[in-house]
């Protein structure tokens, strides 16, 4: 049974750091793109970061570049998200999601490309 369990959310004060995990079962990682998404109240889901498995390759949404660092350990099938700087607007329910290689090309930042899903993790960033 696929399955891909996200964890590592919490409260934090504006500046500080967490790092979410996304570990997956019933496949391996290492064939596939993995996105980061995140979704705020009231607004859309949006893609933060994704990696190509195969090349290590990583994207970022703008917004969060320079503080955000995806990585991925293929011996432990987890894919990380290291969130430093954290800002309030980065608050929302964290998504990590799973789809084929071949959407890392130009395609990764895209929710709607992805089939297979976590459950998500909240984060909030406040004083």
């Known amino acids: 049974q696929l399955q891909l369990v996200e964890s590592g959310g919490g409260l934090v004060q504006p500046g500080g750091s967490l790092r979410l995990s996304c570990a997956a079962s019933?496949?391996?990682?290492?064939?596939?793109?993995v996105g980061w998404f995140r979704q705020a109240p009231g607004k859309e889901r949006e893609g933060v970061s994704c990696?190509?498995?195969?090349?290590?390759?990583?994207k970022y949404a703008d917004s969060v570049k320079g503080r955000f660092t995806i990585s991925i350990d293929n011996a432990k099938n987890t894919v990380y998200l290291q969130m430093n700087s954290l800002r309030p607007e980065d608050t929302g329910i964290y998504y990590c999601?799973?789809?084929?290689?071949?959407?890392?090309?130009?395609?990764?930042?895209?929710?709607?490309?992805?089939?297979?899903w976590g459950q998500g993790t909240q984060v909030t960033v406040s004083s």
């Open positions: 999601a799973v789809g084929p290689q071949i959407l890392f090309q130009s395609m990764c930042m895209d929710p709607a490309k992805y089939n297979s």
């Open positions: 019933g496949y391996t990682l290492n064939y596939y793109t």
């Open positions: 990696i190509s498995s195969r090349s290590g390759s990583t």
